[in-house]
């Protein structure tokens, strides 16, 4: 069975600071692919950043970047410079190579402070 | 790129009503649709997957009767909402993706928040 666990439920940075979402999956396959979406209040959904698990390095985009951690089945997502409109709710996921499926982690809600 | 158009963002109606609602991908071909549910305070979980010019495949425990999906063209999928209940209250997501590789992003619509008084 393929699960994703997100055991930070809520977090709170102030603005500029850097802050840490940490992600844990579990699966006995070895092909799959990593995402990090947000969800603002507005509800949509959006892709911030992913990872093919076959690469060993870590995918960054912009201020977002993660720490990729195959054995550990770890997937940590590292926002910098955090800016207000980063609130939102950050949901973990992954898919199966070849497989349409996502797992998708419970959710960390980011509270970004003034 | 790769705008998904979800419509209505809302719908308020009686228990009964059987309510309809699209998602259309505006500036690409989704060759596969996604549909979820989203309850409060909790993460999105996958109804259905429909391809293109054949038949959803839902997942364990969503009924087929009770949720209708049509996937009739490229840029178009719709679910109805049959016999609407109170327990069908609910977000429901789209999300859309061009290809058939599962690396490829979904792109998600901004939703329905669908109410059954």
């Known amino acids: 069975a393929q699960t994703v666990t997100q055991s930070q439920p809520e977090m709170s940075v102030q603005e500029a600071e850097t802050v840490t979402l940490s992600c844990t999956y579990d699966t006995s396959e070895n092909n799959y692919y990593l995402f990090w979406y947000k969800q603002p209040p507005s509800r949509q959904m959006i892709l911030v950043i992913r990872q093919e698990a076959y690469k060993q390095q870590n995918a960054t985009e912009n201020r977002f970047s993660v720490n990729f951690q195959k054995a550990a089945k770890s997937f940590s997502l590292k926002i910098s410079d955090s800016q207000l409109g980063d609130t939102a709710m950050y949901f973990c996921?992954?898919?199966?190579?070849?497989?349409?499926?996502?797992?998708f982690g419970s959710g960390t809600k980011l509270n970004v402070k003034p | 790129g790769a705008v998904v158009s979800q419509h209505p963002s809302r719908v308020i109606c009686k228990s009964g009503t059987s309510v309809k609602i699209e998602c259309r991908s505006l500036?690409?071909?989704?060759?596969?649709m996604f549909w979820y549910r989203q309850f409060p305070k909790k993460s999105l979980m996958l109804m259905a997957t429909s391809n293109e010019g054949s038949k959803a495949t839902y997942e364990q425990g969503v009924e087929k009767d009770k949720f209708l999906i049509n996937h009739a063209s490229l840029t178009l999928s719709t679910l109805t909402v049959t016999s609407a209940h109170p327990e069908d209250s609910s977000f429901y997501i789209c999300s859309a993706r061009g290809g058939t590789l599962s690396n490829q992003p979904q792109h998600f619509g901004d939703g329905t928040r669908l109410s059954i008084l």
């Open positions: 996921a992954f898919i199966l190579y070849n497989f349409n499926k996502f797992y």
């Open positions: 500036d690409f071909q989704a060759t596969t």
